[in-house]
Antibody, heavy 118, light 105 residues
Framework: QVQLVQSGAEVKKPGASVKVSCKAS????????ISWVRQAPGQGLEWMGW????????NYAQKLQGRVTMTTDTSTSTAYMELRSLRSDDTAVYYC???????????WGQGTLVTVSS | QSALTQPPSASGSPGQSVTISCTGT?????????VSWYQQHPGKAPKLMIY???KRPSGVPDRFSGSKSGNTASLTVSGLQAEDEADYYC?????FGGGTKLTVL
């Protein structure tokens, strides 16, 4: 069965960086892209960006351009999301999700809470 | 792109039907048959309920249905059950709605 398993919760200080991992299993990793979606406490879902697991092409949300980098390691079927220059409003649960060709997200990781606090 | 517009709340009694709307523009909802809906229970990851406007993934009850007219998509939950109480989000072309909290009275 398809599973996306994310790394554990992180606490970071403002200005630091965080890197969240998402290990895929149960399907051919390179056949689908991975999107990252975040959810601030009590708020809605925000799409952050997408990476092709086939060729590494990326597409980032405009508001995060320059602060986010998404990568994959096909040898371990793992996707990574790094966010730099963290601010308090980056505090959120970060999800990875498998993205279909029609931009729907059919499988999600369990979420990783990133807390930014001095 | 701006977020899609959803009502913040909706409610219905067990057994009733409720419809949640999702309004976008001709650049997203109205321009493509690529609208998806997600259910999210507190503390849990979202779950895909509808894709491509009206298709249900395997395992999703047929009580959940989707439709679209112009720039507005809709999710209808028929025969409401207690476990349907959750937040629901629409999405089109990687833009999400603000979410609707569905309460089963």
């Amino acid at each position: 069965q398809v599973q996306l398993v994310q790394s554990g919760a992180e606490v970071k200080k403002p200005g630091a960086s965080v890197k969240v991992s998402c290990k895929a299993s149960g399907y051919t990793f390179t056949s689908y892209g991975i999107s990252w979606v975040r959810q601030a406490p009590g708020q809605g879902l925000e799409w952050m960006g997408w990476i092709s697991a086939y060729n590494g092409n990326t597409n980032y949300a405009q508001k995060l351009q320059g602060r986010v980098t998404m990568t994959t390691d096909t040898s371990t079927s793992t996707a990574y999301m790094e966010l730099r220059s963290l601010r308090s409003d980056d505090t959120a649960v970060y999800y990875c999700a498998r993205e279909l060709a029609d931009w729907a997200f059919d499988y999600w990781g369990q979420g990783t809470l990133v807390t930014v606090s001095s | 792109q701006s977020a899609l517009t959803q009502p913040p709340s909706a409610s219905g009694s067990p057994g009733q039907s409720v419809t949640i709307s999702c309004t976008g523009t001709s650049s997203d909802v109205g321009g493509y048959n690529y609208v998806s809906w997600y259910q999210q229970h507190p503390g849990k990851a979202p779950k895909l309920m509808i894709y491509e406007v009206s298709k249900r993934p395997s395992g999703v009850p047929d009580r959940f249905s989707g439709s679209k007219s112009g720039n507005t998509a809709s999710l209808t939950v028929s025969g409401l059950q207690a476990e349907d109480e959750a937040d629901y989000y629409c999405s089109s072309i990687r833009v999400f709605g603000g979410g609707t909290k569905l309460t089963v009275l």
